[in-house]
């Protein structure tokens, strides 16, 4: 997955991923009422994800699936993070999210948790 996501379609696909198979009118609609745009912009950015291979639109109805998981592009998402800002390090990536980050013993344990599973 080479393609990155751009905020306006970012937002998109999170309608995408939690309706799962979506017609495009109902994504407009959503799209008004949580973000306020108007269907030509949705339609827009649904066409752009569409021709990047993300999500595949079939009729009748403009049905929208998405082809590509939440999980795959964080993944892919975080990578590219990693590359461009810290380097390749996951150590200072995980620095600067904890320095930050004020964090329950709950949220500690688990964290300590997925360490040790690794």
Do not use: H
Request: hydrophobic share 40%.
């Amino acid at each position: 997955m080479n393609d990155k996501l751009f905020d306006s379609e970012a937002k998109v696909m999170q309608i995408i991923w939690q309706k799962g198979a979506v017609s495009a009118k109902e994504i407009s609609l959503i799209a008004a009422e949580q973000i306020g745009w108007n269907k030509n912009t949705t339609y827009t950015v649904i066409k752009k994800l569409e021709a990047k291979g993300f999500i595949r639109r079939e009729d009748p109805g403009f049905i929208c699936t998405p082809l590509v998981s939440q999980a795959q592009m964080q993944k892919a998402e975080v990578s590219s993070l990693l590359k461009k800002v810290f380097s390749g390090s996951r150590k200072a990536l995980f620095s600067a999210l904890l320095e930050d980050e004020s964090l329950s013993e709950d949220e500690l344990d688990e964290l300590r948790r997925l360490i040790d599973r690794r």
